[in-house]
């Protein structure tokens, strides 16, 4: 079978071998550390935790984080602050002349902004860490702890949480380096894989047991969950190639350019952050109304805080398709795009060059960009359509949404990688026919 002479294909390439067998042993010492509790706390007092981990967006919070924010872990915090820091200095890089020279610098540049990225990592850390603390006092019981002090407890669990969240993305950056794939996404999409046999299991007992209809729900539910992860390939790799022709010229006795390339415009050139920004910012106003004593208040509150309510939804998706137009302004620049054509030798057939280049981008980036942002809101929101017709909302969560798109993401870019390695040693790629096209999933974007 093609599957098994892939395999050992594999395993006949030496440096191949030992980057997949180093990725696992780092992303076992990653899972490990996801089940060291915090010192000083009793594990068996987490219950409350869990409950209220087991939706909304702790529920989020903690799927990234590969459940151990919910298990009070030394890993609690995950990954996620590096990713939010990481946005925050990309935004910067759009608003800030000083963050504009520093990317236009090349490797030193890139250098400093990541040195910029982990300070302000430390200091969402210990702001996300004392948060947390002051969210487990009050679901903990007061027995589970051996001490609440601030010198016994609170700041030795900032400093523990704030290391092992560095920890974690040292281990994403061996990943990328020593492994295969883009480390840090490949710790998110492990800790929402590790969350995946639960929910299947939670969902057949669910259908077999409660719900009813036995195992032809259960298949027909799994069926449904595949055509969702086709439409999802289909929204991460749609592209759409602009042709580009090069002027021919002679080097010596070597003729350069006389060709036509393409450029690939992704159909979501945003990747998940719309999705991202959209819950940040749905969350936000719920959370300050809860604060309020005004009924009225208090009736808003209550509609935009059911997450299968119509207007939640309606809300939700209207602010994704926003979200991925602006997104896709400020990352994707069809200025530069047209300028660096032109030093090239480059242009588009029956485009000038310039601005008249530049123009015919935009318009054809305003015009992909319409049915990529509406895919990418209806697969938002199909987490709530699934819990609506009945589906468990743990595995619901696989049906849309951010976790889908990174896995689908991560996955391709991985395999790509493999792909790679091996059609260089002149074998046969995973796939009978084409290539695998990944996402590169290694900015912020991707997330």
């Given at each position: 079978?093609?599957?098994?002479?892939?395999?050992?294909?594999?395993?006949?390439?030496?440096?191949?071998?030992?980057?997949?067998?180093?990725?696992?042993?780092?992303?076992?010492?990653?899972?490990?550390?996801?089940?060291?509790?915090?010192?000083?706390?009793?594990?068996?007092?987490?219950?409350?935790?869990?409950?209220?981990?087991?939706?909304?967006?702790?529920?989020?919070?903690?799927?990234?984080?590969?459940?151990?924010?919910?298990?009070?872990?030394?890993?609690?915090?995950?990954?996620?602050?590096?990713?939010?820091?990481?946005?925050?200095?990309?935004?910067?890089?759009?608003?800030?002349?000083?963050?504009?020279?520093?990317?236009?610098?090349?490797?030193?540049?890139?250098?400093?902004?990541?040195?910029?990225?982990?300070?302000?990592?430390?200091?969402?850390?210990?702001?996300?860490?004392?948060?947390?603390?002051?969210?487990?006092?009050?679901?903990?019981?007061?027995?589970?702890?051996?001490?609440?002090?601030?010198w016994q407890f609170q700041l030795p669990s900032i400093v523990i949480m704030a290391a092992g969240s560095m920890f974690v993305l040292w281990l994403g950056e061996r990943i990328t380096d020593k492994g295969i794939g883009n480390g840090v996404s490949i710790i998110i999409m492990i800790g929402i894989i590790a969350r995946l046999p639960f929910a299947f299991i939670a969902e057949l007992t669910s259908r077999v047991s409660q719900q009813g209809g036995?195992?032809?729900?259960?298949?027909?539910?799994?069926?449904?969950?595949?055509?969702?992860?086709?439409?999802?390939?289909?929204?991460?790799?749609?592209?759409?190639?602009?042709?580009?022709?090069?002027?021919?010229?002679?080097?010596?006795?070597?003729?350069?350019?006389?060709?036509?390339?393409?450029?690939?415009?992704?159909?979501?050139?945003?990747?998940?952050?719309?999705?991202?920004?959209?819950?940040?910012?749905?969350?936000?106003?719920?959370?300050?109304?809860?604060?309020?004593?005004?009924?009225?208040?208090?009736?808003?509150?209550?509609?935009?805080?059911?997450?299968?309510?119509?207007?939640?939804?309606?809300?939700?998706?209207?602010?994704?398709?926003?979200?991925?137009?602006?997104?896709?302004?400020?990352?994707?620049?069809?200025?530069?795009?047209?300028?660096?054509?032109?030093?090239?030798?480059?242009?588009?057939?029956?485009?000038?060059?310039?601005?008249?280049?530049?123009?015919?981008?935009?318009?054809?980036?305003?015009?992909?960009?319409?049915?990529?942002?509406?895919?990418?809101?209806?697969?938002?929101?199909?987490?709530?359509?699934?819990?609506?017709?009945?589906?468990?909302?743990?595995?619901?969560?696989?049906?849309?949404?951010?976790?889908?798109?990174?896995?689908?993401?991560?996955?391709?870019?991985?395999?790509?990688?493999?792909?790679?390695?091996?059609?260089?040693?002149?074998?046969?790629?995973?796939?009978?026919?084409?290539?695998?096209?990944?996402?590169?999933?290694?900015?912020?974007?991707?997330?």
């Amino acid at each position: 079978m093609k599957l098994f002479d892939t395999l050992k294909n594999i395993w006949k390439i030496e440096e191949l071998k030992t980057r997949i067998l180093t990725t696992l042993g780092l992303i076992l010492v990653y899972r490990l550390g996801t089940e060291i509790v915090l010192p000083g706390i009793d594990p068996h007092g987490l219950q409350a935790l869990k409950d209220q981990t087991s939706s909304g967006v702790l529920g989020l919070l903690d799927m990234f984080s590969g459940g151990a924010f919910s298990n009070a872990s030394v890993f609690a915090l995950g990954i996620m602050p590096y990713i939010s820091a990481s946005i925050v200095v990309q935004l910067l890089g759009i608003a800030v002349p000083y963050f504009q020279r520093l990317q236009k610098e090349g490797e030193s540049g890139r250098r400093k902004i990541n040195q910029i990225t982990r300070y302000l990592t430390l200091v969402i850390l210990v702001l996300q860490g004392s948060a947390y603390l002051t969210n487990l006092k009050a679901q903990v019981p007061a027995e589970a702890f051996v001490s609440t002090g601030f010198w016994q407890f609170q700041l030795p669990s900032i400093v523990i949480m704030a290391a092992g969240s560095m920890f974690v993305l040292w281990l994403g950056e061996r990943i990328t380096d020593k492994g295969i794939g883009n480390g840090v996404s490949i710790i998110i999409m492990i800790g929402i894989i590790a969350r995946l046999p639960f929910a299947f299991i939670a969902e057949l007992t669910s259908r077999v047991s409660q719900q009813g209809g036995g195992l032809v729900a259960f298949l027909i539910e799994l069926i449904i969950l595949f055509l969702v992860f086709c439409g999802s390939i289909l929204l991460v790799q749609g592209t759409r190639k602009v042709p580009v022709q090069y002027a021919k010229r002679i080097v010596g006795n070597k003729q350069y350019g006389g060709v036509r390339q393409y450029i690939p415009l992704k159909i979501n050139a945003a990747g998940v952050m719309p999705i991202i920004f959209a819950q940040a910012i749905m969350l936000l106003p719920v959370s300050l109304i809860n604060y309020a004593n005004s009924e009225s208040l208090s009736g808003f509150a209550a509609a935009f805080s059911n997450f299968t309510g119509f207007w939640y939804n309606f809300t939700f998706f209207i602010m994704i398709v926003a979200f991925t137009y602006f997104y896709t302004a400020i990352t994707v620049n069809p200025m530069q795009m047209s300028e660096d054509m032109k030093k090239n030798g480059g242009f588009i057939p029956g485009v000038k060059p310039g601005r008249k280049t530049m123009e015919f981008l935009d318009t054809i980036m305003s015009r992909i960009t319409l049915p990529g942002s509406i895919f990418l809101g209806i697969v938002a929101i199909l987490p709530a359509f699934a819990q609506i017709s009945g589906v468990n909302h743990q595995f619901a969560q696989f049906y849309g949404g951010t976790s889908l798109l990174i896995l689908v993401g991560v996955v391709l870019d991985t395999l790509q990688q493999i792909e790679s390695h091996l059609l260089m040693r002149h074998y046969d790629g995973l796939m009978k026919s084409g290539r695998i096209k990944g996402k590169n999933p290694g900015g912020p974007a991707a997330y």
